[in-house]
């Protein structure tokens, strides 16, 4: 992947001596870092931190399609807020807290899920470190967050900052799904007839600048559903 790179933009997965030829040979001019892949799903530990580093909201969310994927080989884009945090994510996320001595900060750290037993890293089913940012994640999800946890994480923020503290308590908790599809592929349902079938469930939609597109989608959908089933929508690995 580019040193300087964003996301999975220009990143290659080498699987074979092939693979590693054909990168060189096609070697861009910028600085590449070269890793071990890990399969795994991606998962987040989102939460507001006051200045005594107690931990006022968390959540997360689940990536089941690898944004390597998306990028590379532009297929739609799927990702959903938990209605619940599972325990091991929870506590991964408070123990990095605690680690990196968290005070007044929105954060967003990210774990693998090893889909695969992984020498040097872990079993399958263990959750293993990926990133540390100590901001909010990025694009729509802040506004996913207060869908799926029926409050509102921007007062809960500015309390923070103010305060130290916040009256704002989450409400009823439901997974909230963003899908985002790409122009020029075949879909079950039209535009309209996923208007029209999830009207009681979306919550925003809209078109994305092509700038956004190649990560998210052309057209966007978040909605809101009781059942895991019901976000992702089909979708199965």
């Known amino acids: 992947k580019p040193d300087c790179g964003v996301g999975a933009c220009d990143t290659w997965k080498l699987e074979n001596e092939k693979d590693l030829t054909d990168f060189f040979r096609n070697l861009p001019s910028v600085p590449y870092i070269m890793e071990e892949l890990v399969p795994g799903e991606i998962c987040s530990y989102d939460a507001i931190v006051n200045s005594k580093g107690t931990v006022l909201f968390e959540t997360g969310n689940i990536t089941p399609i690898s944004i390597m994927d998306i990028?590379?080989?532009?297929?739609?884009?799927?990702?959903?807020?938990?209605?619940?945090?599972?325990?091991?994510?929870?506590?991964?996320?408070?123990?990095?807290?605690?680690?990196?001595?968290?005070?007044?900060?929105?954060?967003?750290?990210?774990?693998?899920?090893?889909?695969?037993?992984?020498?040097?890293?872990?079993?399958?089913?263990?959750?293993?470190?990926?990133?540390?940012?100590?901001?909010?994640?990025?694009?729509?999800?802040?506004?996913?967050?207060?869908?799926?946890?029926?409050?509102?994480?921007?007062?809960?923020?500015?309390?923070?900052?103010?305060?130290?503290?916040?009256?704002?308590?989450?409400?009823?908790?439901?997974?909230?799904?963003?899908a985002g599809r790409r122009d020029g592929k075949r879909f079950v349902l039209s535009h309209e007839a996923v208007m029209e079938k999830y009207r009681q469930n979306i919550r925003m939609e809209d078109r994305l600048p092509e700038v956004l597109a190649d990560a998210m989608g052309n057209q966007i959908y978040i909605a809101r559903f009781s059942e895991k089933a019901l976000a992702l929508g089909g979708y199965s690995k």
């Not at 923020?157 to 439901?174: C, L, N, S, V, Y």
């Open 71 to 178: 990028v590379n080989h532009e297929d739609n884009a799927l990702f959903y807020i938990v209605k619940q945090l599972s325990s091991d994510v929870r506590l991964a996320g408070r123990a990095t807290v605690k680690s990196f001595n968290v005070r007044s900060r929105f954060v967003h750290f990210e774990f693998f899920r090893l889909q695969k037993d992984q020498k040097g890293l872990g079993r399958k089913g263990d959750i293993v470190g990926l990133e540390v940012n100590m901001r909010p994640s990025g694009g729509f999800s802040p506004d996913m967050m207060d869908f799926a946890c029926t409050t509102d994480v921007y007062k809960i923020w500015a309390d923070m900052i103010a305060f130290d503290k916040t009256e704002m308590h989450p409400g009823e908790r439901q997974y909230c799904a963003f």
